[in-house]
C-alpha cells in the first residue's frame, strides 16, 4: 500500500483547488438538485444547428436553448449583438432583466458563445437569485463551475485558459479537473464526450478520473503525493 501511494497518480490541482472543486459542487447539487448531473452532456453537434453563420436569431435560439438546460426562463434574459467589440460576456441589468451583450464577430463561433452565454447564465442563478454575494471571491470561478454542473462543460473548456489573468474564472487546468469530477460524479469513467475536448484537455480530464478512482480505492492518499 505504501508503494501504491508513493507512485499513485497525483492530484493535478493544488489540494485547496481539489478542495474548492469537491465542497462547490456538493453545493450545486444542493442547490441545484441532482437533476442536471442525470441529463446527457450537451455536446457542440447536439445544441450548435448545421450551418450556423452568428446571425441574431441564431444566437438568441442558442442564448433559449441554454436558458432551458440551466432552468433560466428565457424571457427574462436579454441578448444584444454588437459591432463593435465589447467584453466578452458583458452583464448588465435593464429594467430589472438581465442583458448579455457579445461581439457580433464572437457570436459567430458557437462554442465560445455557449460558454459566454452559459458563464454569465451562472451569474444570473448565483447572484441574481441571491444565492451568493457579487464581490464573492471565487464568483467567477463559481460561475465557470454552475455551467459544468448543467453539462455544458465541454463548452467552457475549449475557451479556458491556463492562467486565468486573460478571461476571468476557472483556468484550464481547473477546468478539467472539474470536468473530470461532473464525470466522476455521473458514474463515467470512460465519457464519450471527452472526444469533444481538445487534445491537452482530454488528457487532463482522463488524468483527473485516474486521480479520484484512485483516491475512491485509498481515501487515506488523497494528497499525500
Not at 459542487?25 to 438538485?33: H, K, N, P, R, Y
Amino acid at each position: 500500500m505504501l508503494i501504491m501511494r508513493w507512485f499513485g497518480p497525483r492530484c493535478p490541482v493544488s489540494p485547496e483547488e481539489d478542495a474548492w472543486v469537491a465542497s462547490s459542487l456538493t453545493w450545486l447539487v444542493g442547490e441545484f438538485g441532482r437533476g442536471p448531473l442525470e441529463l446527457p452532456p450537451v455536446r457542440p453537434a447536439d445544441l450548435v444547428p448545421a450551418g450556423y453563420s452568428g446571425g441574431v436569431q441564431e444566437a438568441r435560439s442558442l442564448l433559449d436553448a441554454i436558458c432551458l438546460r440551466m432552468g433560466v426562463d428565457p424571457v427574462r434574459v436579454e441578448l444584444e449583438l454588437h459591432s463593435r467589440e465589447v467584453p466578452d460576456g458583458h452583464l448588465r441589468l435593464r429594467e430589472g432583466h438581465p442583458v448579455i451583450a457579445v461581439a457580433f464577430g464572437h457570436a459567430a463561433d458557437p462554442v465560445p458563445l455557449v460558454a459566454t452565454i452559459a458563464h454569465e447564465l451562472g451569474h444570473v442563478l448565483l447572484v441574481g437569485d441571491g444565492r451568493i454575494k457579487p464581490d464573492q471571491p471565487d464568483a467567477e470561478r463559481l460561475a465557470d463551475l454552475v455551467s459544468v454542473h448543467f453539462g455544458l462543460g465541454v463548452f467552457g473548456s475549449r475557451v479556458a485558459v491556463r492562467c486565468s489573468r486573460r478571461r476571468p474564472g476557472m483556468t484550464l487546468p481547473l477546468y478539467a479537473y472539474a470536468l473530470a469530477n461532473y464525470a466522476w460524479r455521473r458514474a463515467e469513467r470512460a465519457p464519450d464526450w471527452l472526444a469533444d475536448l481538445r487534445f491537452g484537455s482530454r488528457l487532463q480530464v482522463r488524468r483527473g478520473l485516474r486521480h479520484l478512482a484512485y483516491r475512491a480505492a485509498d481515501p487515506a492518499s488523497a494528497h499525500s503525493l
